[in-house]
């Protein structure tokens, strides 16, 4: 008893302590839990309401009393022992994918060792997006028919390993390639955006990616798609267009296409395919040559009398500068009609009027039906009427109610007066107002009238052509007729009337001889068109047709096999050195006759030709620039272009001066690829300033030469015109061969001629070569210094060089040489006498100038007449002093000459006769007319005789003195 009141004691002093110790209240409300959140990538975990106690004092730990659901990898660090906060943390990562939450509970302790209440923690572990989605199948293969829309071609499937719904969720997919005819949707559904073709491509590999919803994107699967050919009825393999190059020959259109009937629905008893070639929008139906009427009848081998009636605009041919027309030079001159006003006078220097027996007339033309309703309109394309009141056409070719009329009526005096015969005949033609471009011929031999269109000889029936029986023509004294284009002359209104509304080109008339069917031909025949297969392909029950133009092609037969082999033998082909380039459609017609006669008509299947530029000439001229000559050159003749050259290349780089050197490279001499020897041009025009003066001055050009190679000129106190399609060397012979002769040359100190040549009418224009003539006016000078002069005559040339050659595009772009009109739009004739007398033609117009020039000549050589008068006197009054002097002892007189005297004596002669040679020479040179083809800069016999006559002369009177 007496032990136990100790421990009793003790005890009590404990609980009595115990009771005396606070413990820790964390600070959340009864019956609340805490809420972390924590980073698959973090440790640290974000509480929701913050751990801390109250009361209790410091904190000295916190413990985890209870784990829910296994383990708990955690830990509760105190961040403030005095206020009871404390971090929650992982002791190691956490993995979304294998656990998203945890829970567990935890008390605070005191220092004191008491401990709180528990709490719970319910933590999430949030995702991170750390994986790509992957699709469900390495690759995946679709295939699809051609021709089809498909909404869906083939589903791809991908899946993301991420713990959340954000990251593991597959948003949008994608399609890598571009430009292809496939989409995909957000659920991976891939469509078509256009029918495919088994053609364009057989198969598609397309690369296809996929999103999660964090844009986390996967690495590509291949989708392939098979395109699967389905069998078409009609044509296949056409190539959608063909590059042609200019020169290259035929090529084919249809290399590797095949002929497909598939499941048609009848049996094929013929097949008909039809090729057309589209070249309408070149202008003439097709691309045509641009040389003149002229020039292409030379081309076509036919005689050269054909005149042309719508030349280009220029010096000579001034009757079309009115017309409108169009501005390239690509093509032939086009001449726009409108109807109403218009039409062109022809001079009757161009077109003889009396050729109403035999003569044929020749034209391009397009017109149009006219919206008016009156029949009776007359559109006149070319006419001959005279100024009676009565308005009489002689010759006339015009259009009326879409017929083709030709009135040819007879002249007083043309057979029986009183007889009714054919005078005018009226065509019926659907091509007169189509709109489109034809070629007329008509031929007229008397009352025998034939008519060419697009080449093909009319064949004429009992109503076809309307023959109009008419009187001659009755006499009529002091008439005119005019010629005109476009219209016709009105006589009782004296004015242009029936205006032509459409176009026209090449309108020539040929006159006393008719147009053969060969030539009418060639004239008219395209330079580019179809060609046809060989014929040794064709098969029993084949047939193939064309048409004038080659334009169209028509095959029919009745295997599929033979079809395909001839239509992939049609080629295109252009012929012009020089095409119009751009488009020409092609299309392939077909259709199919069942043995029921049933035709099936399969769409067309169209193509282009791609014609490309061609490489354009380039012409160069060279030669003397630049001649200084006396006096007696000029007389005799000097010619203009001794050494001229014409060069032609197709070098589209600038021309290089150093191919002239001997030293330079063959290499480069190939690369330039001169064609002067085998190239043509069709004009060269020479320019004066000043103007000639017909008086004296005159420019020869070798007549026979040009004759003989069928070439035309036409001259003027302006210069002159070289006309005709010819390769450029004969130019260069006949160039060579012009001469000019002065027989006044001091009137002048210089004169500069002008050169440039042309092809297809002014295209294509070289350079200009210029070429500058000195008169070298003489000086008193002694007679050694005049015999050194004329025993070295190249002193007399200044500067004899070869000009740059330049191109011929920089000269056209420039436009350096001044001329009003393209001078190769002229055409000039030439008559059969001597070409030098044309230049007195144009003369007129000097007459006043000439007038004055004479009259003051006339006085300057009275004065001279009577200066020489009274020195004549005066001569004569001095010998005779002389004489009455010596008289008185002449009987007697032996003279001696000194030889040194008489050496002086003569060179004094010498030079009073030598600054005597031009009054001399220009009288001389007033009454001949000769010139010479030639010069010669060592020819001067003719001076030395004159000057060694002279001398003698003055010693015969010294002698007849004594």
């Known amino acids: 008893m007496k032990f136990l009141l100790p421990w009793t004691y003790l005890i009590g002093v404990f609980v009595t302590a115990r009771c005396d110790i606070i413990a820790p209240r964390l600070d959340i409300p009864q019956g609340s839990s805490y809420h972390g959140l924590i980073s698959e990538d973090s440790f640290e975990v974000k509480v929701t309401p913050k751990i801390k106690t109250i009361d209790g004092g410091s904190i000295c730990g916190f413990r985890i009393t209870k784990k829910h659901h296994g383990e708990a990898p955690f830990e509760l660090v105190i961040a403030n022992q005095e206020t009871g906060e404390a971090d929650l943390r992982a002791r190691r990562p956490l993995n979304c994918e294998k656990r998203k939450s945890y829970s567990f509970d935890f008390v605070a302790v005191a220092c004191t060792g008491a401990a709180s209440q528990n709490a719970t923690v319910h933590i999430t572990v949030t995702d991170v997006n750390e994986f790509s989605p992957k699709f469900t199948a390495p690759a995946y293969i679709a295939e699809v028919d051609e ?19 954000k990251f593991s969720d597959i948003c949008k997919y994608a399609i890598l390639n571009e430009e292809e005819p496939f989409a995909i949707d957000d659920e991976g559904v891939i469509r078509t955006t256009i029918p495919l073709s088994h053609d364009d491509s057989h198969n598609y590999i397309l690369k296809v990616v996929a999103y999660d919803c964090g844009m986390k994107m996967s690495d590509p699967v291949l989708v392939t798609i098979k395109v699967n050919r389905v069998c078409k009825l009609g044509w296949q393999d056409v190539p959608e267009r063909i590059s042609y190059s200019p020169g290259s020959g035929r090529k084919s259109l249809f290399p590797d296409t095949k002929f497909d009937l598939c499941n048609v629905p009848c049996t094929a008893k013929d097949i008909q395919s039809r090729i057309s070639l589209a070249a309408s929008h070149l202008g003439k139906k097709c691309d045509r040559d641009t040389y003149s009427v002229t020039d292409q009848r030379k081309l076509c081998g036919s005689a050269d009398e054909s005149i042309d009636l719508l030349p280009f605009a220029g010096p000579g041919t001034e009757w079309t500068a009115s017309l409108q027309t169009d501005e390239g030079r690509q093509a032939d001159p086009v001449f726009a009609f409108d ?28 017109h149009a039906s006219s919206l008016t309703a009156d029949k009776r309109i007359k559109e006149h394309i070319f006419c001959l009427a005279d100024d009676h009141h009565m308005n009489r056409h002689h010759v006339s070719l015009f259009i009326r109610n879409c017929r083709l009329i030709l009135l040819v009526r007879r002249e007083f005096g043309d057979g029986d007066l009183n007889s009714f015969k054919p005078a005018e005949w009226r065509w019926k033609l659907p091509q007169v ?54 219209a016709c002359w009105q006589g009782s209104e004296q004015r242009l009337k029936h205006h032509m509304k459409g176009y026209l080109s090449g309108l020539s008339i040929l ?6 069917s060969e030539v009418i031909s060639c004239l008219r025949r395209c330079q580019e068109g179809l060609e046809l297969p060989s014929f040794q392909l064709l098969q029993p029950g084949m047939q193939i047709l064309n048409n004038n133009d080659m334009t169209e092609i028509s095959v029919n037969g009745e295997n599929k096999s033979e079809i395909e082999s001839i239509v992939r033998q049609i080629a295109y082909k252009n012929s012009r050195e020089f095409p119009v380039p751009g488009r020409r459609g092609v299309r392939l017609y077909t259709s199919i006759v069942c043995e029921s006669g049933k035709v099936i008509k399969l769409p067309p299947v ?15 001229l060279s030669g003397v620039t630049n001649l200084s000559l006396e006096y007696s050159y000029f007389e005799h003749g000097v010619r203009l272009f001794p050494d001229v050259q014409i060069i032609v290349t197709t070098e589209d780089d600038d021309y290089d001066d150093d191919s002239f050197d001997d030293d330079s490279d063959e290499d480069d001499e190939t690369d330039d690829e001169i064609l002067s020897s085998s190239a043509r041009i069709d004009s060269c025009l020479v320019t004066l300033s000043p103007p000639l003066n017909p008086d004296h001055e005159i ?55 002008k050169l440039i040549c042309s092809e297809l009418n002014g295209r294509f224009i070289s350079n200009e070569l210029s070429l500058t003539l000195n008169v070298l006016h003489p000086t008193q000078t002694s007679p050694a210094s005049s015999r050194t002069t004329k025993e070295i005559p190249s002193a007399k040339i200044i500067s004899h060089r070869l000009t740059p050659i330049q191109q011929a595009k920089l000269e056209m772009a420039k436009h350096h040489v001044d001329i009003p009109q393209p001078f190769s739009d002229l055409y000039y004739s030439s008559q059969s006498g001597n070409l030098s007398r044309g230049m007195a033609q144009g003369a007129g117009h000097a007459v006043t100038i000439v007038v004055i020039v004479c009259a003051s000549f006339l006085i300057l050589m009275i004065t001279l007449g009577v200066v020489r008068v009274r020195a004549a006197q005066k001569r004569a009054k001095d010998e005779a002093n002389a004489e009455s002097e010596m008289a008185w002892d002449d009987m007697a007189l032996n003279i001696t000459v000194n030889p040194l005297e008489a050496l002086d004596s003569n060179e004094k002669a010498t030079m009073t006769v030598v600054a005597q040679v031009p009054e001399v020479a220009d009288d001389s040179a007033s009454d001949s007319n000769d010139s010479s083809d030639d010069y010669d800069f060592d020819d001067d016999d003719d001076d030395d005789f004159r000057v060694d006559h002279i001398t003698q002369s003055k010693d015969l009177e010294w002698d007849q003195s004594l």
């Open 433 to 486: 107002c189509d709109d489109e471009w034809h070629h007329y011929t008509v031929n007229v031999e008397d009352q025998d009238i034939q008519l060419y269109v697009d080449g093909v000889l009319f064949k004429s029936d009992a109503r076809n052509p309307e023959i109009i029986d008419d009187w001659p023509l009755h006499p009529a004294p002091g008439l005119n007729t005019t010629a005109a284009v476009g």
């Open 606 to 620: 169209e193509s282009e030709v791609i014609v490309q530029p061609a490489l354009e000439p380039v012409i160069s």
């Open 511 to 516: 006159i006393g001889k008719l147009e053969s």
């Open 699 to 753: 420019v020869a050009l070798p007549e026979g030469l040009l004759q003989q190679l069928g070439l035309k000129a036409k001259m003027s106190t302006e210069g002159f015109l070289l006309k005709g399609t010819d390769k450029a060397f004969r130019y260069e012979q006949v160039l060579r061969q012009v001469t000019y002769s002065n027989r006044r040359p001091a009137y002048y100190l210089t004169r500069v001629f």
């Open 339 to 366: 109807g109403a006003t218009g039409g062109a006078i022809i001079p009757s220097h161009v077109l003889p009027h009396n050729f109403t027996h035999v003569f044929s007339i020749s034209v391009w033309m397009k």
């Open 147 to 165: 021709g089809r829309l498909y909404e869906s071609v083939i589903q791809v499937e991908a899946e993301d390993e991420d713990c959340s719904e």
